[in-house]
């Protein structure tokens, strides 16, 4: 026979799961930063297609709430242009130029669902970087970390440096666009050359990245970059392999 369980008082919780341990909950929303302004322009330069897994976890991707996320699509541009137009846009348009951050996702990133809000935090504790990105590799066997250059080292270069198996900051000379938190602010000195962005592929100007062109001229006036190791960001070959 199955018996009837004892009766118990019906008294509620009403404090709820966050309002019991209070200190770790502020302490999480302080941290966090997003108690502050923290408005982001988000730029997608692509191909008129893109993969369902990219555009999926750009759909996952969260934002602060109750803050502007708009997003830009850069649709069939050559990057370094891409880059060079979408700034100045933002640059110049209301509702755009007051955004504390400006975001960069390129095509075949997938970015983890809480990334945007784990770069926001390292932007908030260290005022002294104009970018912080996420970690990702290049593709291919024998890809290394897009964590470009050493910056203790007195001679400029862009030699790959390895990331923090601990999920921590590594500061260097440049990064990648793939996953990118950047202060608007930096994109207003008006010592940066036009345009900032540039493919290099010429005799005269030798070959390089429009992203590493960048920081060469960035870097010279004193910008600073790292990675935040703790953000994964997966890179992904056109036959949908994940490097």
Known sequence: MTQTPPPTVGLVDTSG???????????????????????????????NKVLTKCAMAWMHLMTPPNQRAPKIAMLGMEV??????????????????????????????????????????????????ACIGGLYWTKGHGGVPQIWGDPKDPVPNFRPQPPDPSGGLVECCG?????????????????LPKPLFKTKASMAEGVGTQDLAAWSELRNLGYRCAIDCSVLVGHVAEDGFVW
């Not at 502020?26 to 191909?47: C, D, F, Y």
């Not at 075949?108 to 669902?113: A, G, K, M, S």
């Not at 793939?178 to 207003?188: H, I, K």
Request: with cysteine; aromatic share 10%.
């Open 175 to 191: 990064t990648g666009m793939g996953f990118n938190l950047w202060r608007t602010d930096t994109f207003r000195d008006v010592r």
């Open 17 to 47: 799961f966050h309002n019991a341990q209070l200190e770790a909950s502020t302490l999480r929303i302080m941290e966090g930063a997003s108690w502050k302004r923290q408005n982001t322009v988000i730029l997608l330069p692509a191909a």
């Open 80 to 129: 370094g242009d891409a880059y060079t137009q979408a700034i100045d846009f933002i640059l110049r348009t209301p509702g755009l130029n007051d955004c504390e951050f400006v975001l960069t996702i390129e095509h075949d990133n997938l970015p983890p669902p809480d990334g945007l809000l784990k770069l926001l935090a390292q932007m908030d504790k260290h005022p002294e970087f």
